[in-house]
């Protein structure tokens, strides 16, 4: 089967076929120095999640502005960004399976890479695979700050199992994971201030008891978009994990920033699509759909933002509401902000990198599809 290319650099956007993912440079450039500039003069540093973007070019510019390395979800994750020549990777997630343990103990021979652990039977697995492969891991213990997913409660449960693994020969006690997910996309300011108030509290509640058992914590991580201000300013955390930062989306818009500290990140990221079909007045159809962008978040949002509404969507058809706007004739195209930026971008091979209205690269995905 021919590789197919959705662009050529060079070539003007409106020459473009779709649907196809566009990456505005101006304003992806942007959104990376905001987080900079945002955290100047706070001893924090930044591993971004490159499960938003799955990219090494992108996860290499994140680190050539100062970025410690990058988290991933999957060890298929870590595994596209060390061969992009991505040196240092989280995991911040379990790992649990002997074929992925014997993949992750094997990155480790390439790059440094740590990962996440909530169970005893896991920690246990997890010293095994190292030893087998003659490395020692970095373990983290994941702990629930509140988001009710994995993590050890906090406290004496997460205690014990950062014990246990100063106690294997092949593991590394390496710190704590502390991301606060459910706190992310809470509306109002205080509401995300509050949740991450009462992480921060598990979090004292937890390294107290370890300094008591005479365990170093080096490295308290979390954070998201929505409250990575919050965690930095804190005196907990030494590591936050922004991702969606880079692109944002339209359920990261519905979010309230005003008094936050944190930035208003420029939307960077879109679904480049064309009007398919105009079957009535009050009604346009695009080409993109759900095979196009994510909708688990919401529906897209037209970029023009002139009152059309994204209303409906199947397979391979998105149906506009026009309530009056003009023009969406057959063949025009149009720009979508995704819902969610992150499965969105996994539904793609190729971010189309635009600067000034042309094609000025070909990133590819190439995480892309690595979920195990």
């Not at 001893?43 to 999640?49: C, L, T």
């Not at 298929?76 to 020549?85: H, K, N, P, W």
């Not at 936050?240 to 692109?247: E, K, R, W």
């Not at 936050?260 to 079909?277: A, D, K, N, Q, Y």
Request: glycine share 8%; aromatic share 6%; proline share 4%.
């Amino acid at each position: 089967m021919a590789v197919y290319l959705p662009a050529e650099i060079g070539m003007p956007l409106a020459d473009v076929d779709t649907p196809c993912l566009i990456l505005e440079l101006d304003a992806f450039e942007r959104n990376l120095h905001r987080l900079n500039d945002s955290l100047a003069g706070r001893n924090i540093a930044v591993r971004p999640h490159a499960k938003s973007h799955k990219c090494p070019q992108i996860a290499l510019k994140q680190i050539a502005l100062g970025a410690v390395g990058v988290c991933c979800q999957k060890v298929s994750e870590a595994e596209a960004m060390v061969q992009g020549r991505v040196s240092d990777v989280l995991i911040a997630n379990e790992v649990v399976g002997v074929p992925k343990l014997k993949r992750l103990a094997a990155l480790a021979k390439q790059a440094r890479v740590a990962v996440c652990a909530d169970d005893a039977g896991n920690v246990a697995a997890l010293d095994a695979a190292a030893r087998a492969f003659g490395v020692r891991l970095d373990v983290l213990v994941e702990v629930n700050v509140g988001a009710n997913r994995c993590g050890v409660e906090a406290g004496e449960p997460a205690a014990a199992l950062a014990r246990q693994i100063t106690s294997c020969p092949n593991l590394r006690f390496a710190g704590l994971q502390a991301y606060q997910g459910a706190a992310q996309h809470l509306r109002k300011v205080e509401e995300r201030r509050a949740a991450i108030e009462a992480a921060v509290a598990k979090i004292k509640q937890t390294t107290a008891l370890l300094a008591k058992a005479g365990i170093a914590c080096d490295k308290v991580t979390g954070a998201g978009t929505g409250t990575y201000l919050f965690e930095a300013v804190s005196g907990v955390y030494h590591e936050i994990q922004p991702g969606s930062y880079v692109f944002m989306d339209v359920d990261y818009a519905r979010n309230d920033w005003t008094e936050s500290g944190i930035p208003r990140f420029e939307h960077s990221l879109f679904v480049w699509t064309t009007v398919m079909s105009r079957p009535s007045l009050e009604r346009a159809i695009v080409d993109a759909g759900l095979k196009a962008s994510s909708v688990d978040s919401g529906m897209p949002r037209v970029a023009s933002d002139d009152g059309v509404e994204f209303v409906k969507a199947s397979d391979e058809h998105g149906v506009l509401k026009l309530n009056g706007a003009k023009g969406y004739v057959v063949g025009e195209k149009l720009k979508l902000i995704p819902g969610h930026c992150d499965p969105t971008v996994n539904l793609y091979d190729y971010y189309v990198c635009v600067r000034e209205g042309r094609v000025e690269a070909l990133w590819p995905i190439t995480a892309r599809g690595a979920v195990w």
